[in-house]
Nanobody
Framework: QVQLVESGGGLVQAGGSLRLSCAASGSIFSINTMGWYRQAPGKQRELVAT???????NYADSVKGRFTISRDNAKNTVTLQMNSLNSEDTAVYYC???????????WGQGTQVTVSS
């Protein structure tokens, strides 16, 4: 069983920054992708950024240049540094871990990010 625990959400003014962290525990296969997705009210969940255990990045166009994803493979953690936040970034952010060699796709409980204008 795999558990993901997120931290770092909150309320911030437009133009500000927040840092989200996610720690994975349990039976984790080393070849995987960790990342962040978000869901705003009335919208579908969407990709924000992912990073593979090999260090390959993928960002949504809407966050390129503002958000930075990083990970620590030894600690099974992933971090999302969010800068220049705007109201369109308001959403519940979910940490995700997906195994690449075997079946397994896991989600955190979600953390609220609210950007006030």
């Amino acid at each position: 069983q795999v558990q993901l625990v997120e931290s770092g959400g909150g309320l911030v003014q437009a133009g500000g920054s927040l840092r989200l962290s996610c720690a994975a525990s349990g039976s984790i296969f080393s070849i995987n992708t960790m990342g962040w997705y978000r869901q705003a009210p009335g919208k579908q969940r969407e990709l924000v950024a992912t990073i593979t255990s090999g260090g390959i990045y993928n960002y949504a166009d809407s966050v390129k240049g503002r958000f930075t994803i990083s990970r620590d493979n030894a600690k099974n953690t992933v971090t999302l540094q969010m800068n220049s936040l705007n109201s369109e970034d308001t959403a519940v952010y979910y940490c995700n871990l997906r195994f690449l060699a075997v079946r397994g796709n896991y989600w955190g409980q979600g953390t609220q990010v609210t950007v006030s204008s």
